[in-house]
């Protein structure tokens, strides 16, 4: 049984979900901006706890690389890093766009394209275009949204 802890704070949702051998088992989402920072630990400590697991118990952590909130990806990294090294455990880097994809591959045939899109304010969003094999066909880039 791998037992990964996932963590999310490239966008406003501060996202934390344990998962089993690819099983969702406990999942918690925080709506609230700016309060990534304040929170992220507690939501770590109650995913796992909820699931009736211990911070011990893990095999492994995962946690969005970006892109998105520069900020916030700061703040998963570094807290990510931090259980990594005081556990000795690995840590796994996932690229946001391509986890949001991967989520639709599925849906879709091969005549299809994905597109997933963050917001990067200022009329920006970051995006990425994958078939549905997960090959990438854009590189991930700021596009202006006119």
Do not use: W
Not at 121 to 133: G, K, T
């Amino acid at each position: 049984m791998s037992l990964i802890l996932s963590i999310d704070t490239s966008t406003k949702v501060c996202s934390v979900a344990l998962h089993s051998d690819g099983k969702l088992l406990a999942i918690s989402e925080l709506y609230t901006e700016k309060s990534h920072s304040g929170m992220l630990t507690t939501l770590c400590e109650n995913v796992v706890r909820y699931a009736g697991f211990s911070l011990n118990d893990l095999d492994a952590f995962a946690v969005a690389k970006g892109p998105g909130s520069y900020t916030g990806l700061r703040i998963g990294v570094s807290t990510a890093k931090g259980f990594c090294f005081a556990l000795d455990k690995p840590l796994i880097a996932v690229n946001t766009l391509e986890a949001m994809a991967y989520q639709l591959k599925d849906f879709y045939d091969e005549t299809h394209l994905l597109c997933p899109m963050i917001d990067a304010r200022r009329m920006e969003v970051y995006c990425q275009i994958l078939d549905n094999q997960m090959n990438v066909i854009s590189e991930t880039e700021a596009k202006i949204i006119n």
